[in-house]
């Protein structure tokens, strides 16, 4: 079962996508590390993130290895990786990696902006997750300040606002809804919430259309 998790930025992807992970057994990749990672090798580099055929060598440079790099998390990382994520031959190169994934046998959980609609179109489940810019901001900014840092809610939420218009503007792989997907909007739900709705969303998904009787008695 390959299950697609799209959505904006802080919108609780990550969270879902490894609780759901957990809990049907199946492996879990965060495909945001893959721009994160990219994005780093370009600042270590000194190298220019709006140059897309600096950005695709290093995209295509990348050790997997390279995305335990707890740097990589970071609100920093997450700016950078939205920078080289516009370049339609970065996505190409990490193209081929993502869809081995997904189709490793038994399946398996994907989070990111275009599983559904381009990493796996062929997902037997897509969620969109999603929430308003200012829940999203506020959750970003609770999250950042229990790490310790100090950070201005009007700062997150203006850096959501251009993310999401980078993510969403961009011409190759933009950030929207699969005409599959299904819509989970977590502007009101804690976590635990979020994770029972999803849960039930794939049941649904693995018990298929109900049978009409006509088609069972032929
Ligand atoms: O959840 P958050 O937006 O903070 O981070 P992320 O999912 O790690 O994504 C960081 C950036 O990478 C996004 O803003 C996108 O521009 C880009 N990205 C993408 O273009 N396609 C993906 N499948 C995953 C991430």
Redesign the pocket.
Known sequence: MIIAIDG????G??TLAARLAAHFRLPYL???????AVGKRIADRGLDPGDPAASAAEARALDPDELANPTLRGHDA?EL??RI?VHPEV?EALLAFQRDFAHRPGGAVL?????GST?APDADVKIFVTASAEVRARRRTDELRAKGREVDFARILDEIRG?DA??AGRAT?PLLAAHDAVILDTSTLDADQVFAAAVAIIETARRGPPVSPDSVLG
């Open positions: 904006p930025a802080a919108a992807k990550g965060d495909t945001g590390l893959l721009y994160r997450g990786a939205s994520a996505r989070d990111g902006r275009d599983i990493v993310r980078r993510d792989a």
